[in-house]
């Protein structure tokens, strides 16, 4: 079948049908400053050999995470994978299966579902847990717009020390759902709980923060509680669920978060797996999908999809989500990684997370000029250096040490002093040494 191109009576039709004068007329929303004027900066035309041998130059010029000492994490995190893991998710039932439509002959993939809600909830501390979102960005989101939906309120406070990609999701869906996103200054402290008044749908706290502090929830949540708002917790590094007191048992509403750490690698920022968890009693409320397990008509086990609130199941106007799917592939890499960790396993493992990240913040608080600014963290924490972080860490790059992220590399309004650092239990005590020694040549 060829391909043959719209003519301009095609266009014509089409602008007509639509209402339109011209094409421009499609774009009257997206300020002029963002507009592209003629053709862009691209190079003609190349043969397929041509395009191979440009992307590999290209892609020869990254450096793979393992290739020396790696400290960056803000949201993303390299933690060890066992081979295990990728051997299973890619038999075919699992790697090719699609939505479980059909429950009658998607046992196998409710099954997993089902135990990763289990997981999630356990984790979270939390009643429910849904199958799964996107990521955990877009999990904060929803959970706002859920919020929202629960208390009639249409304002939710998101603290300073929420990631900021998590900040500009959040800020970016609650406009189209007619909430009003409030951002507390990322440089103040985490004391949210003097702004909630009887007008705030919920507080959006994370803890670990983007920087790395732990928080006491309990009084944000009281806090919360007490004027008839929910209390959204949020993380980026689940990890952290096997040494700290979970979100749940501290009295949050809603808990999302992102479950890379478990079973995903860093595979260049994606696809990663949103996770999703509340309280039962708002169960009808929640987005997504949850499995469920029942028996058939014979008395045996079985699993079935119980809860489908997305619009293409029933009317638009109902829909409790737009997001279309749930990351399936991702959510079972995750289920069997902490299947094979056990409890004990994330204990120790989580343990390990931490000792390393202490032996980085004693090494880095030890080359002058530095600071560690966390009074505690689990794998993450926050140094300030002499001069501007991004100097510092490409500096670092060039020396083969990736050395954390640049707060302002992600939020603008941050000082440019900072830099996020990210141990795991893949980070060795060489790495740590190479990063201070070279830390201190480049200061």
Same mark, same amino acid.
């Given at each position: ?6 003519? =301009?009576?095609?266009?014509?039709? *089409?602008?007509?049908?639509?209402? !339109? ?18 053709? *862009? ?14 992307? #590999? /130059? *290209? ?69 429910? #847990? ?6 955990? =960005? @877009? ?7 859920? $919020? ?34 409030? %951002?507390?200054? %990322? ?16 507080? !959006? !706290? ?14 944000? $949540?009281? $806090?919360?509680? /007490? ?97 279309? @799917? ?6 079972? #890499? ?28 004693? $090494? ?6 530095? @600071?560690?600014?966390?009074? =505690?963290?689990?794998?993450?924490? @926050?140094?300030?250096? %002499? ?7 490409? /500096? ?17 309004? #941050? ?21 201070? =020694? ?6």
């Amino acid at each position: 079948m060829r391909y043959h191109p719209l003519t =301009s009576d095609d266009r014509e039709l *089409m602008l007509s049908r639509i209402g !339109v004068k011209s094409i421009d007329d499609l774009f009257v929303d997206v300020p002029n400053a963002h507009l592209v004027e003629g053709l *862009m900066d691209l190079p003609k035309g190349k043969s397929e050999i041509a395009v191979e041998r440009l992307l #590999a /130059k *290209m892609a020869g010029k990254n450096r793979a995470a393992g290739e020396g000492p790696f400290f960056v994490g803000a949201g993303a995190y390299r933690h060890h994978v066992p081979a295990s893991v990728d051997h299973l998710i890619q038999r075919s039932e699992f790697l090719t299966s699609y939505t479980p439509y059909q429950a009658e002959i998607s046992q196998g993939t409710l099954q997993v579902l089902f135990e990763f809600q289990t997981q999630v909830a356990r984790l979270t501390g939390m009643e429910v #847990a849904n199958a799964s979102m996107y990521d955990g =960005s @877009t999990a904060a989101a929803e959970a706002v717009m859920m $919020a929202a939906r629960l208390t009639r309120r249409g304002k939710a406070i998101v603290a300073g020390g929420v990631h900021p990609q998590y900040r500009d999701v959040i800020e970016t869906v609650a406009v189209g759902v007619d909430v009003e996103a409030m %951002p507390a200054d %990322p440089t103040a402290s985490e004391d949210v709980a003097t702004k909630i008044d009887d007008s705030i749908a919920c507080v !959006v !706290v994370q803890s670990p923060s983007f920087y790395g502090h732990i928080l006491d929830l309990k009084p944000i $949540a009281e $806090a919360c509680h /007490k004027a008839g708002a929910l209390l959204v917790a949020c993380f980026t590094e689940v990890v952290a669920l096997g040494a700290i007191e979970p979100p749940g048992a501290q009295g949050a509403d809603i808990v999302v978060g992102e479950g890379q750490s478990l079973g995903n690698p860093l595979t260049f920022g994606g696809p990663y797996v949103g996770l999703f968890a509340g309280l039962k009693k708002h169960v009808r409320q929640m987005p997504g999908r949850l499995a469920g397990e029942t028996v058939d008509a014979d008395g045996k086990r079985g699993y079935t999809l119980t809860l489908n609130t997305r619009e293409q199941h029933i009317r638009r106007d109902k829909a409790t989500s737009n997001i279309c @799917t749930n990351s399936g592939l991702c959510s079972l #890499a995750f289920t069997i990684h902490m299947t094979l960790l056990g409890e004990t396993g994330l204990t120790r493992l989580a343990r390990l997370n931490h000792a390393k990240a202490i032996k980085a913040a004693d $090494a880095l608080a030890r080359v002058p000029g530095v @600071t560690v600014l966390n009074e =505690s963290f689990f794998n993450e924490f @926050t140094i300030k250096v %002499p001069g501007d972080a991004h100097t510092v860490i490409e /500096k670092l790059a060039e020396r083969d040490v990736l050395g954390g992220v640049p707060v302002s590399r992600l939020d603008e309004k #941050a000082p440019g002093d900072l830099i996020v650092v990210a141990a795991t239990e893949l980070t060795t005590d060489d790495d740590i040494d190479a990063y201070a =020694s070279t830390l201190g040549d480049v200061l």
